[in-house]
């Protein structure tokens, strides 16, 4: 049995040592039948952010901006700012909450994209969304409106590209 084990142990490093190294294989290499089932498995097993810069340099980002008092608040990013606590001071609750934040936006966002904002404002995750905003962003103060602003974040050019926003009462 330790041998079976040894064995296929050795067949999967291999495999991925395959996988790993597949980038840089000619390319009358990734055209052939090998090189597709390559590319398929390399898919299947979760290689495909790793391994392309491109898809590792962006990332998406969160900002808001509350009306309250009778004016508009300035614009705040969501999720950088825990970020940074966490790795300045070590704080995971900071870390925790930037994930929780991170988890609601990019939900909100696939609503709004699939089902309209209507939808998106009536559902359970929106609800979770502004009360943890609320209680965690504004010292648990609810502001007259809320606008939020979804970004794709690319850290090469350090920009940011507006997907989609939205205005709403909380």
């Not at 340099?57 to 008092?69: D, E, F, G, I, T």
């Not at 994930?99 to 995750?125: F, Q």
């Amino acid at each position: 049995m330790k041998r079976f084990i040894t064995i296929t142990t050795g067949f999967v490093f291999l495999g991925y040592l395959l996988l790993m190294i597949f980038p840089v294989t000619p390319a009358y290499f990734k055209s052939s039948y090998i090189g597709e089932t390559t590319k398929k498995a390399k898919a299947a097993l979760g290689f495909g952010p790793l391994f392309v810069s491109e898809s590792a340099s962006v990332s998406k980002s969160a900002s808001y901006r509350l009306y309250q008092n009778g004016k508009w608040q300035q614009r705040q990013l969501l999720l950088e700012p825990l970020y940074n606590d966490y790795v300045t001071h070590g704080n995971y609750a900071a870390l925790k909450h930037c994930r929780l934040d991170a988890y609601l936006v990019a939900e909100l966002y696939i609503i709004r994209k699939h089902k309209g904002v209507p939808e998106m404002l009536k559902s359970s995750v929106y609800a979770e969304f502004t009360n943890h905003l609320i209680y965690r962003h504004n010292h648990n103060i609810k502001p007259d409106s809320l606008e939020v602003s979804y970004y794709n974040k690319d850290h090469a050019t350090n920009r940011l590209n507006l997907i989609a926003t939205f205005k709403a009462k909380p």
